[in-house]
């Protein structure tokens, strides 16, 4: 079981608790430097273990640039080589098995982001099957993760829920579990929007990043836009960080469930086996309720499930200027 942390974008230490984060590292949203004030020491971080959420802006320069010895970060306009673009905007890359990755952390990035990609069979419980037996459209089931992350970095489900068996082990599904799933790094390549300047999207109605790397081909299934033979059981598992300079927002569309979290507070919603459904955060609206302020940074962590055949929709649409490319997360053990 994989249990070392991987950084990257530059991050001081790891992201189970506060993270300390270059203000010299770029993000889509702005030109590196984040505003005045963002060489500084930046703020208290609230405590460890996910306590208060804030990550600490590490001193160091006026921004810009990617530190001393490495190049500053850009922003890729178009599709990085080796990516599979998506159907409408955006790309994105396996870069091989989770165990076997051992990139070096101090790359630089802007708007690509990494992941880990989990794949499942239709055997396991949660996969493969409608849920619940009394499901009904559109499938909708919120509430159904607490609203609080906890210090692993891990949502918890609520025991509460109701019904039960449409989440019924997970655990499973976010965690590198032998003989139950197989964890894959995925590089997320945001493309910068046409038609407003700032904004990147993601966006794809036919997101099947694991149909080639399948670890289990009797559980190729017949569906999706395309009508084709897909890999359609998987998770996504995103933590990043960014600078709050006000105005910005973070949008998701997908099925099945998507679970956003924002200074560790539940901020998008869309639990159960569904179509596609929308999310949506407007972070200046939200900013007390997400215990924001401007001229900080904050984690964002997005955890996503595809559990049926039948679609797998992924969209992202953000203004956000990223501090970190996506941190691998070292694996808690149940």
């Not at 019924?168 to 995925?186: C, H, K, L, S, T």
Request: charged fraction near 20%.
């Amino acid at each position: 079981m994989l249990r070392r942390p991987l950084l990257f974008a530059s991050l001081g230490v790891a992201i189970f608790g506060s993270i300390a984060c270059s203000a010299t590292s770029a993000g889509p949203g702005g030109s590196g430097g984040g505003g005045s004030g963002s060489g500084s020491s930046g703020a208290s971080s609230g405590g460890s273990g996910g306590e208060g959420g804030l990550i600490l802006v590490g001193s160091g320069g006026s921004g810009g640039g990617g530190g001393p010895d490495k190049p500053p970060p850009k922003i890729d306009e178009t599709l990085p080589p080796g990516f599979t673009a998506e159907t409408t905007y955006g790309g994105w890359k396996i870069l091989g098995l989770l165990e076997d990755f051992n990139e070096p952390s101090d790359n630089v990035c802007a708007n690509v982001l990494r992941a880990i990609a989990r794949d499942f069979t239709q055997a396991h419980i949660d996969f493969g099957q409608e849920k619940p037996a009394s499901w009904t459209a559109p499938g909708l089931y919120m509430g159904h993760v607490l609203p609080l992350l906890p210090a692993d970095r891990k949502p918890d489900v609520n025991p509460s829920r109701t019904p039960l068996d449409v989440i019924e082990a997970f655990d499973d599904w976010y965690r590198n579990i032998d003989g139950v799933n197989v964890p894959f790094v995925i590089d997320l390549w945001l493309e910068p929007d046409p038609n407003k300047e700032g904004y990147f999207l993601f966006d794809s109605n036919s997101f099947f990043p694991l149909d080639k790397w399948n670890t289990s081909p009797g559980d190729v299934q017949i569906g999706g836009n395309d009508v084709g033979p897909h890999n359609f059981l998987f998770t996504i598992e995103l933590h990043t960080a960014f600078e709050y300079k006000g105005g910005e927002i973070f949008n998701f569309r997908g099925d099945d469930d998507v679970f956003v979290f924002i200074n560790d507070k539940l901020a998008v919603d869309i639990g159960g086996i569904h179509g596609p459904l929308e999310g949506n955060v407007n972070l200046d609206a939200r900013a007390a309720e997400l215990g924001i302020t401007v001229g900080n940074v904050y984690k964002l962590d997005l955890f996503q499930a595809e559990r049926n055949p039948g679609g797998s929709n992924f969209r992202i649409e953000t203004s956000l200027d990223f501090r970190a490319c996506g941190i691998l997360p070292s694996d808690v053990p149940k």
